[in-house]
């Protein structure tokens, strides 16, 4: 009896010898070091000073993103990439260009449609994140009682939670039926102030920049003019006073047009060197200032 005891246990330990083997594969191996060079390719790219370049290389990028995350759904660094990459590239390729298409309505709407396809894509990505890491966490416990569902979330989740709110809003924001998602804006303000609660000051005041387009929404549907004003005030506070992004976004929220030109003009003196981990935005958010100032709108 103690012998076939002795060979259960032996037999035991070599499977979970097997398994380990297995989990460090080679092939399981190349693709964590894949995995691990294109979520560097995200920095690489933000902090490059050529959009246009940025614009042609990043959806191959993004590809193969994909293409691994087919072999490792769950790959959590993987999720957090595409989720990133796709939010980013929808709004600096996508979203603002349809912004300042206005004059050919049809192009402008194209884009609006496909950038709309990107932000739902990147959510799906942070969504399957955050569930992998709280099985709780659905989108169906998200728009239940928001509060209630990221109550287990820590501060290791506070990329994941920002770009869902990020690309969450964004959607809506280039969506045609803005009025009958109003109530999503609950889950999307949920998640943002969450994460600034977990970790205010993560990637120098990066979501108190996204603070300022929803508190500067009408105070019908949740907007504070003096909680936007805030989110400004702490968004350059943590960024040195180098956001291009923040000073856009804020203008976007004013009435006063004075007020606004000057913050636009702001916005396009910045020198965008001073700041180049966040290069790419920055230059985006310019172009769309100058279009702003020039009359675009």
Partial sequence: MSADRSGIRAAASIAVALAALAACSPQKM?????ATALADASSVYESDNDPEFVRVAAPSTLKTVEM???QDPNHQGLLLTACRGFTEYSYGFLHVESELRTSDPAVAQDLKVRAEKMYVRARGYCLRGLQLRHPGLTLDALQKDPSAALGVTTKDDVPLLYWTGTSWGADIAVSPSQFARVAELVPIRALLLRAKVL?????HGAIYETLIALDGLPPLVGGNAAA??????????LSGGQSVFARVAYAATLTNQAEKRRLLQQAVDVDVSKSPSRRLTNLIAQKYAKALLAGAH
Avoid: Q, T, Y
């Fill in 68 to 70: 691994l995350l087919s």
């Fill in 228 to 237: 936007a004003r805030s989110d400004f005030d702490k968004a350059m506070e």
């Fill in 199 to 203: 970790d205010a000051a993560w990637d």
């Fill in 30 to 34: 190349a693709l964590n070091r894949m």
